[in-house]
């Protein structure tokens, strides 16, 4: 079964503006990632966020983490047409690294 | 620097048919697993291994088969191939430390069981 669930499943912005994709969970975590998959292609790790942070920045990546609430953002700042792709959380258990279905990000040139 | 290299690309297999997807990576990871990835799913774990001799199953293993006789190969067996293992299959591996390190994945195979 799914563990992350990412929301929305697909949102399309304008290049410039700033992207923001929410993931739920169902089980305590010790950490969550966020990864991209470019159409055709593997998962690429973007960022980790631990179960003690709250907040992390990677260039225009910003990724939250609320464990009270089972939630995490990720935020793209000042979107690109290259940021067009699907983005994936993903909580760990112990060597089970679940991923949700995915946000289809499209930014329009 | 390869990364995690799959092979084949793509696989047009009959029902009933076997075969071997192979998996490989250079970066002497300990942990390599097998992922598939159908429209609205996301990615399920059918197999997993920490380490040469180790494996265990994921969320989907039945109809699947693996072996880790070294660090750097995870092969992936389907014994009878059946129309609902059409799929993207993705191998993937990382370092194992005290928590989960990023995984690193390879470009996928394409397969279509008909």
């Known amino acids: 079964s799914q563990q992350g669930e990412e929301d929305p499943q697909a949102l399309s912005i304008q290049e410039g503006e700033n992207a923001t994709m929410n993931c739920s969970y169902k089980?305590?975590?010790?950490?969550l990632q966020w990864y991209r998959q470019n159409s055709g292609r593997g998962l690429v790790h973007l960022i980790l966020?631990?179960?003690?942070?709250r907040e992390k920045h990677s260039g225009r990546l910003r990724v939250t983490l609320d464990t009270s609430k089972k939630s995490s953002s990720l935020l793209i700042t000042a979107s690109r047409a290259a940021d067009t792709a699907s983005y994936f959380c993903?909580?760990?258990?112990?060597?089970?690294?679940?991923f949700g279905a995915g946000t289809r990000l499209t930014v329009k040139p | 620097n390869a990364g995690v290299t799959q092979t084949p690309k793509f696989q047009v297999l009959k029902t009933g048919q076997s075969m071997t997807l192979q998996c490989a990576q250079d970066m002497n990871h300990e942990y390599m697993s097998w992922y598939r990835q159908d429209p609205g799913m996301g990615l399920r774990l059918i197999h997993y291994s920490v380490g040469a001799g180790i494996t265990d199953q994921g969320e989907v293993p039945n109809g699947y088969n693996v072996s880790r006789s070294t660090t750097e190969d995870f092969p992936l067996r389907l014994l009878s191939a059946a129309p609902s293992q059409t799929s993207v299959y993705f191998c993937?591996?990382?370092?194992?430390?005290?928590?989960?390190?990023?995984?690193?994945f390879g470009n996928g195979t394409r397969l279509t069981v008909t």
């Open positions: 993903a909580t760990d258990a112990i060597n089970d690294m679940r």
């Open positions: 993937a591996s990382s370092s194992l430390g005290g928590d989960n390190s990023p995984l690193h």
């Open positions: 966020i631990r179960s003690n942070e």
């Open positions: 089980t305590s975590i010790n950490n």
